[in-house]
């Protein structure tokens, strides 16, 4: 394998990742089948569809247990800490971000065409108080686990890919992650622009807080009878995305521009890490399970969408 550089580190963190979220995927099936419940009908109830949402942030977790007991990395170091300009900028960000979900329709219409049929992805019941739940199983431990795994761990070993070679990388494997062929244009877009703002601000928290108002904005919108924005908010309410989306691509413009020029800082904030030569073979060496398995589960996806 020759030495474990950090790339290859990284890699290795996404295989795991995979693999274990495969795993705990597999075990709760044999699990319910030993004890006499089949899992296609058990598909629809609460309780499933919450042991369904918690199996990757537990994978995650796992994932990363293992990680900070094998290098003594500090958990602290890797979440960072960061100004709180950047909090404005991930929320501007994901505001901005609404605009392009119309990007994800085009590409799902697209699919259509061909006779590809779109499967919905079911969240437990928000009837009442079950909202909180729904919100903390499916928006907030999912955004926190995600993050330390793809903008906190991945992208600590891809530094030296230079910012957009690792901001892309990273929303491309993200993408990849969710299996979900109808999802991938606007996941993609999603972890390579979360991937920017934990590369500039040298932390996860404010791409954490990214994530789960994008989570927690589909949940809410579902709680009040609405698939999508209402009709007669979508105008404005697609200008002030619109707008957002400028400022924070601009802003993101500016502070790349500023960090390529500053020295490196001790906190890693600063400078470029494009002068080291990237060990991209062992990146993708120790990702090439992760990758094979989960783009086995995305052309199934697709396979079974046209009917196969």
């Known amino acids: 394998m020759g030495r474990l550089t950090p790339e290859k580190k990284s890699g290795l963190v ?14 709760l099936v044999v699990a319910l089948s030993l004890a006499g419940v089949d899992p296609a009908e058990a598909a629809h109830a609460d309780w499933y569809l919450y042991l369904s949402f918690l199996l990757a942030p537990v994978a995650f977790a796992i994932v990363a ?8 990395d500090s958990p602290k170091a890797v979440v960072g800490k960061c100004r709180a300009k950047y909090f ?30 779109p499967s919905e992805v079911e969240i437990p019941s928000l009837d009442g108080g079950k909202v909180i739940g729904v919100l903390i199983a499916v928006a907030l431990l999912p955004a926190i686990g995600e ?26 494997l993200f993408s990849l992650f969710h299996q979900n062929p109808v999802q991938t ?43 999508e924005i209402p009709a007669a908010a979508a105008v404005p309410v697609m200008v002030v995305s619109v707008l957002c989306l400028i400022g924070s ?8 521009l500023k960090r390529k020029k500053a020295p ?21 060496f120790g990702a090439a399970l992760g990758i094979a398995l989960f783009a086995v589960v995305w052309l199934s996806g697709l396979f079974t969408g046209f009917g196969g």
């Not at 274990?20 to 075990?27: D, G, H, K, P, Q």
């Not at 990007?103 to 697209?110: A, D």
């Not at 330390?148 to 491309?172: D, E, P, Q, Y």
């Not at 691509?249 to 790349?256: D, N, P, Q, S």
């Open 14 to 27: 996404y295989s795991g990742a995979a693999v274990a979220s495969l795993l705990l995927s597999f075990v």
């Open 185 to 227: 244009v606007y996941q993609f877009i999603c972890g390579a622009a979360f991937a920017f703002v934990a590369l500039l601000s040298g932390s996860i928290l404010p791409t954490i807080l990214s994530h789960f108002i994008n989570n927690a904005a589909i949940i809410l919108l579902a709680k009040f009878g609405y698939s």
């Open 264 to 284: 490196p800082t001790a906190d890693g904030t600063g400078g470029t890490d494009e002068g080291e030569a990237p060990d991209r073979k062992g990146f993708f």
């Open 65 to 72: 247990a293992v990680w900070f007991v094998r290098t003594k």
């Open 88 to 117: 404005l900028l991930a929320v501007l960000l994901q505001i901005g971000l609404l605009s392009l979900s119309e990007v994800n329709t085009q590409f799902i219409s697209f699919l259509e065409r061909f006779g590809y049929v």
């Open 249 to 256: 691509v601009v802003w993101i413009v500016l502070e790349a």
């Open 147 to 172: 993050e330390l795994i793809f903008r906190g761990l991945l992208l600590k070993g891809m530094k030296s890919f230079g910012l957009v070679g690792a901001a892309l990388l990273c929303g491309a």
